[in-house]
Structure formats: C-alpha cells, structure tokens
C-alpha cells in the first residue's frame, strides 16, 4: 500500500484558515486521496476525497499537486469543533480493495 | 436517522472472558467493518465483509471472530486468545463503489479486560 506523510501536530486560531499538508510520494495513479477526522471518544468521520482536481464540498477543500505526491486539505474558517485528528489516507480504485489504512494523523489544535 | 450503532459504549470484562461487541446499521450497505484503535494509534483493521455469509480477516484478525448473517448486523467476539483486548473498537459501513471509500463509522465500544 502506497504510504502517507503528516505532520504529528498543528496548531491554529479561531475563524482562520487550516492547511493540512500530506506526502504521498509512491502514490500509484489509480490511487484516490482521502481524508477523514476523528473527534475525541469518537468514530473517524469522512471529510472528503479526490483523485486529481481540486475538489470543495460544505466541509472543506482538497489541493492536489499537479504530480498528485501531495495534497492539502483546507479548512476556510477554523472553529473550535474541527480541534480532531485528521488522517490523509490512500485508496485504490476498483476491484475488491475497500481497506482504509489509518495511520497516526495530525492533530489539529484551534486556538479561541 | 440512519447511522451505526453500537453497543455498549464501555464494556468490562474478566481475562480469560469471551466477549460480543454489537454493530447494527439501517444504511442498507453491503460493506462492513471492524477496527481496533489504541491510545495514541490510528485504526487497525480487524475484519472486513462486502456481502451477507462472507468476511475476511484484515490486518489484525488472531483473537477476533465475526459473523455476517443479516445484511444490517457484523458483530465481532473478542476471545480470550486475544493478548491484549483492551482497545477502542470501532465498527464502519460503505457501499461498494469503485471511486469512493467512503466509511461510515459507529460511536465505538470502549473495551477494558483486567
């Protein structure tokens, strides 16, 4: 399985931008880009995926790098309700492969 | 509303003890899936199961057995082969689909054995 890079931790204010950085060096080119959050004591939570092109939805928004080795995920407005971990994880396309590798994410801290 | 649940939220057990954690959805997925998260860990998972009467094992499936016999039910039994089964047990749906993977996940059951 193709690997990711994150940064174990990042820190932000309230109502400011978050850009959550992930290396994917080895990805494969049927490979999609997921991210998922975990809350504190609770289940992870899908933030959203793309494969190549930028993609937005009510959440959030994922860069994607030209050469697809790395990917942002951007919050717009950061609240105190997006302090969680958040994962960037990677899925090959078709076949009967639906595993999703969770590694250890970033912890992202809002400030008030 | 549909989702996950699962039950209980916290569970004690004696060593030595089998155990049953229950997964129920109302998403109609045919996909289902049990992990296993450690203090400080990302997810790891147990075992996996696209349709009703088939499962596979997944990274870390010594200890675990499940059943699939509805399509809304996967319970997972932690046996006292497992070494260490004090964890955070999380279970996820998906439907299958070839450009999304996306998992949705229960409240999780907080296991501790001593």
């Known amino acids: 399985d193709a690997k990711t890079t994150q940064p174990n931790s990042m820190e932000s204010n309230e109502e400011e931008p978050v850009h959550l950085p992930c290396n994917h060096s080895t990805i494969s080119g049927t490979d999609y880009i997921h991210w998922y959050r975990q809350l504190p004591s609770q289940g992870p939570e899908y933030v959203i995926h793309g494969l190549t092109s930028n993609v937005n939805n009510r959440m959030a928004s994922l860069a994607i790098a030209e050469d697809r080795k790395s990917s942002t995920l951007i919050l717009h407005r950061a609240t105190l309700r997006d302090a969680a971990v958040y994962y960037c994880?990677?899925?090959?396309?078709?076949?009967?492969?639906?595993?999703?590798?969770f590694g250890k994410g970033t912890l992202l801290t809002v400030n008030p | 509303d549909g989702g996950i649940t699962q039950s209980p939220k916290y569970l004690f057990r004696k060593e030595g003890q089998n155990v049953t954690l229950s997964c129920e959805q109302n998403?109609?997925?045919?996909?289902m899936y049990w992990y296993r998260q450690d203090p400080g860990q990302g997810l790891r998972l147990i075992y996996y199961?696209?349709?009703?009467?088939?499962?596979q094992k997944g990274d870390i499936a010594e200890g675990y057995s499940v059943s699939r016999e509805k399509k809304e039910s996967f319970p997972l039994t932690v046996t006292s082969a497992q070494k260490n089964p004090t964890a955070f047990y999380l279970c996820?749906?998906?439907?299958?689909?070839?450009?999304?993977?996306?998992?949705?996940f229960g409240p999780g059951t907080r296991l501790t054995v001593t």
């Open positions: 998403l109609n997925h045919d996909a």
């Open positions: 996820a749906s998906s439907i299958q689909g070839v450009t999304s993977y996306e998992q949705y």
């Open positions: 994880i990677l899925t090959g396309s078709g076949g009967s492969n639906y595993k999703l590798t």
């Open positions: 199961s696209q349709i009703v009467n088939d499962f």
